[in-house]
T-cell receptor, first 118, second 111 residues
């Protein structure tokens, strides 16, 4: 079945570091991918929609200069947390859907990236 | 997207059927019902989806009421590995298909 790979699975780094997270669709193409953030014991919160070949669309309250999204190909989207601080520590998850599939195909999610900023 | 309402938690004995309800009274005609689950510290896993007919796959069954205002996810023989948070989501089937998560139901399967 459809697989979405997310890398790295865990990152621990110092405050002020920029961190890049990759999201790949392994066996399908996706013109749109989604990025979520999840705090402990909370539900997933949609951060932004990544659009292949164009700018990402950010949800209200999400800083686009803080969370840079690049969707350079039909199988790869990246989220860069710039100058990360402890409050950016969270579980980040991406999702994608087969663009060429039937319209009601579900989203498939990566296994998430746990980011810890010291 | 239409809003959904789910009970915050449920228990189920191992080997018994787990029936997870979801209300989506404002669902519109072109919106599908999707179910996902999230096991601790993993990404959500797709389970099943439907429009108006009942659906069954190797993981679960989905029962949608005739007026489409509610649905039930059925895990026929719950195992300990089915312990997870289950999310019922209603969304348009179009290409954008933005998925907004509610709070879900925490299902605890008890030995």
């Amino acid at each position: 079945g459809a697989v979405v790979s997310q890398h790295p699975s865990r990152v621990i780094c110092k405050s002020g570091t920029s961190v890049k997270i990759e999201c790949r669709s392994l066996d399908f193409q996706a013109t749109t991918m989604f990025w979520y953030r999840q705090f402990p014991k909370k539900s997933l919160m949609l951060m932004a929609t990544s659009n292949e070949g164009s700018k990402a669309t950010y949800e209200q309250g999400v800083e686009k200069d803080k969370f840079l999204i690049n969707h350079a190909s039909l199988t790869l989207s990246t989220l860069t947390v710039t100058s990360a601080h402890p409050e950016d520590s969270s579980f980040y998850i991406c999702s994608a859907r087969d663009t060429k599939g039937i319209r009601n195909q579900p989203q498939h999610f990566g296994d998430g990236t746990r980011l810890s900023i010291l | 997207d239409a809003k959904t309402t789910q009970p915050p938690s449920m228990d189920c004995a191992e080997g018994r059927a787990a029936n997870l309800p979801c209300n989506h009274s404002t669902i519109s005609g072109n919106e599908y019902v999707y179910w996902y689950r999230q096991i601790h510290s993993q990404g959500p896993q797709y389970i099943i989806h439907g429009l108006k007919n009942n659906e069954t796959n190797e993981m679960a069954s989905l029962i949608i009421t005739e007026d489409r205002k509610s649905s039930t996810l059925i895990l026929p023989h719950a195992t300990l590995r089915d312990t997870a948070v289950y999310y019922c989501i209603v969304t348009d089937s179009g290409g954008y298909q933005k998925v907004t998560f509610g709070t879900g139901t925490k299902l605890q399967v008890i030995p």
